[in-house]
């Protein structure tokens, strides 16, 4: 079996509810209480967040604006506490050292996700964890620059990169097994180009590669690079999604430019020991999925383009999302020749 | 005239709203103190601090933040000089002279210069950074990539290379040393696992921090232990004398040379303030003629990293505002502290919100003058510190150390990470190793392995790659040079 198939046949459930062009009027989860008393005064002190990565990137970002909703909503405490390194590992590990009384939860990203696909050893975030939601789902697009005059658009940039004999550069976090090499690699496949990723594991150097012309192109998620976007400085000539959403109507989605394989997400949410007590568990998840919808943190959503595709996911939904990506994550890298444990 | 008028108007901003007075003399303050409690960085008031200033104006907001960068990189430098204990890692080479000149009774000399070179490199910074953002920006991200960024590192290896230690050969050893302890952990470009002996907390690296607080301030104790065993033990006079205006002046070659090292690093994205105190240092030894005397109480020592550290301050405000990207973790707060008000840095801030960005750049040249005020002040009391006696001031700096090197990540293996550097560091030192040569091992070994991986795919893994990029080559063969130069005098010059 090919590599594309295995990619259309994985993620193609979940993928069909991240719609584009879908708007949402009203607000996923709208239909919950709007207060919930705690089981026996739970809780009763401030909450521990644990986030496995600093507090200026996208981890950190979100995890500030949900515990910032999450206190609005119900005026308890969340002490954020970060602890990175390891692309999410320490962070893991840390948390799952803690007492599970419900006490503390943690945010991750879908690294968890791969990381137990490769390796399953590692905890895997749907089973050993409860997801409480995910609160972000966006996808990826490929940028150039605005002023670049080699390429102007999808078609003309796969033809110069062709050109170049495996010579063109593209910027991303392309480490062993992340979402943007396994993309990198169904899109080189799709069209035949060899194109040299380079590896930036923090944003500024990435996008500075970027503007300063060291890189041809980044893989990057649009949230990301809003600023770019806005300055006129970056503009995308590919959206890694099957249609093309509202926010970029003009770009080529995977169906416009020919591309056959479905596409993987970035996803970040939040996550409480599978061991803590049920009614404790049942507060959370009104709370974090509640506060998904506090005005604050869509604001927050909205302004890094999180609102393109439906970012909410309820437990089950979580569950479904984490356990279909964690088969085809395995799939890919069963083709790939990775050692998958 | 356009600057100057608007550098007026931003001072008039800045000070005539008694609220942005409070906040600016606030995070003047918080900047100092944070900055010098090691681990309890400005980094750690910053993340404090960020969600209250969702509360704030714009202005105040990003204000604040860079009034406690400004000021955060000069306050460690306290604690380097008297304690041996680095405040931040770009304070780490203040140490290698600031601590010495302490024990020989210059405590107030060392912390001195330090203040007026420290707000003299911010100061010209902040100049340059008003008169020049957006071109030296632009020319900054084109001209260095990661090559560029790799052989200045191999530069600032070579040179390092006699930093600190009774022989070449043991500087070298030295580094190598902080080298090897710095691919511990996830490759940072294909994220391979490396000597993590199966213990996830190992996959995060070793942090250079509790290394530093290890090889500096826990080895230090144990060799005043055995001193005070010994009976060779002299508590350091207490002096409180300012450096003279004549023994400052002497300064101006190292203070010019480290404000054009801490700015040009400072502009780099991801590289900051850490490599320009780093380079600072190293550049002053290879210039020198009494290079042995460096890291036995030199001024210029001090002189050289503090001016380049706060130097760097600046710079690394311009690929912030003129592009959008931050140099390091407390210029990407700033980036929160802008979206929390739905704004982005970048070339618009320029367009949408000049009056904020003259208000920013005026609070910046402020705060680096008031480091000579409250600095001055900080030194006729702080100094006092060194009048407690060693068997009451050692538990103090091991307690200190300890919560700074858990603080980082909160993880204790952390601590256990410190007191095996102090002890290594203890023995190492005795043998005439060079401790500042594995901590600079340590902080470039792990930007020059990244930047070095990413040159080589860049130039599709082709050595010559490196010929068609003139400054690469140019900072590689200066690299070069020096090293066999260092390699001649090892043999064939005799010691001095």
Known sequence: MNFTKYLTSGLLACGMTLVSNVSFAACATDSLPNSLAGPNGFPERALTMIVPYGPAGGSGQVAQAMAQAVTELTEVSINRDHKPGGSGTVGMTAYMALPSDGYSVLEHIDDASSAHALDSSKPNPASDLIPLVISQITFSQIFIRTNEDRFTDWNSFVEWVKAQNGKATIANVSKEGSMERVTMKAISDATGISIQQISFDKGAPRYGALAGGQVDALFEQPGDVRKFLDAGTFKPILTILPEAPSAFPDVPALSDAGLDFEPLYRFRGFYVHKDAPADRVEWLQWAFQKAYCEQSYQDFNKSKFMHLIESFRDTEGARSLISTTIDQYRNVYKEMGLDVK | ?496
């Not at chain 2, 009451?392 to 256990?416: K, N």
């Open chain 2, 1 to 496: 005239m356009d600057t100057l008028n608007n550098f007026i108007n931003g001072t008039i901003a800045l000070f005539g709203d008694p609220l942005g007075v409070l906040i600016f003399f606030g995070g003047v303050i918080g900047g100092m103190l944070f900055g010098a409690i090691p681990g309890v960085s400005m980094l750690t008031l910053a993340a404090i601090l960020l969600p209250f200033t969702a509360h704030l104006s714009p202005e105040h907001g990003i204000m604040l933040f860079s009034v406690i960068y400004c000021t955060g990189v000069y306050g460690g430098a306290i604690t380097a000089i008297l304690f041996n204990i680095p405040g931040s890692p770009e304070n780490a080479p203040t140490a290698f002279d600031g601590y010495p000149m302490t024990q020989k009774g210059q405590a107030g000399k060392a912390v001195g210069a330090a203040v007026m070179c420290s707000a003299i490199g911010g100061t010209v910074s902040a100049v340059i950074m008003m008169i020049a953002t957006a071109p030296i920006a632009s020319w900054a991200i084109s001209a260095f990539g990661p090559p560029e960024i790799f052989a200045l590192v191999f530069f600032g290896l070579a040179v390092a290379s006699s930093v600190g230690a009774r022989t070449f050969w043991k500087g070298w050893l030295s580094i190598l040393l902080g080298l090897l302890i710095a691919v511990v952990g996830l490759d940072p470009v294909g994220g391979i696992e490396r000597w993590d002996f199966g213990m996830p907390y190992l996959l995060a690296g070793i942090h250079f921090i509790p290394t530093i607080l290890g090889f500096f301030a826990v080895s230090e104790v144990l060799i005043q232990v055995e001193k005070k065993a010994k009976g060779s033990y002299k508590a350091p006079k207490l002096s409180v004398d300012f450096p003279s205006l004549a023994e400052l002046f002497s300064q101006k070659i190292a203070v010019i040379r480290s404000i054009i090292i801490g700015f040009f690093c400072g502009i780099l994205p991801g590289i900051g303030a850490t490599l320009a105190a780093f380079m600072g240092y190293n550049e002053a030894v290879r210039w020198s003629k009494d290079r042995k005397e460096f890291g036995t109480g030199k001024m210029e020592g001090v002189v050289s990293s503090e001016t380049a550290n706060n130097a760097a301050t600046g710079a690394a405000m311009i690929p912030l505002l003129a592009l959008g990207l931050p140099g390091g973790a407390l210029t990407a707060m700033m980036v929160g502290v802008f979206q929390m008000h739905d704004m982005e840095p970048g070339p618009l801030v320029f367009l949408n919100s000049a009056d904020l960005v003259w208000v920013v750049f005026s609070a910046m040249f402020f705060a680096n003058l008031s480091i000579l005020l409250i600095g001055y002040l900080e030194t006729k009391t702080i100094i006092n510190l060194l009048r407690i006696p060693f068997q009451f001031l050692a538990p103090l700096i091991l307690l200190l150390a300890t919560v700074g090197a858990y603080a980082v990540r909160g993880l204790p293996i952390d601590i256990v990470v410190m007191f095996v550097a102090g002890i290594v560091g203890f023995f190492l030192r005795r043998s005439g190793y060079s401790v500042a040569g594995i901590v600079l091992g340590l902080i470039l070994g792990r930007i020059g392995e990244q930047t070095f991986a990413q040159a080589m795919q860049m130039l599709h893994f082709e050595w010559l790659g490196f010929i068609s990029r003139p400054i690469a080559l140019t900072l590689i063969i200066a690299g070069i040079l020096t090293l066999f130069s260092s390699i001649y005098s090892s043999f064939f010059k005799k010691p001095t």
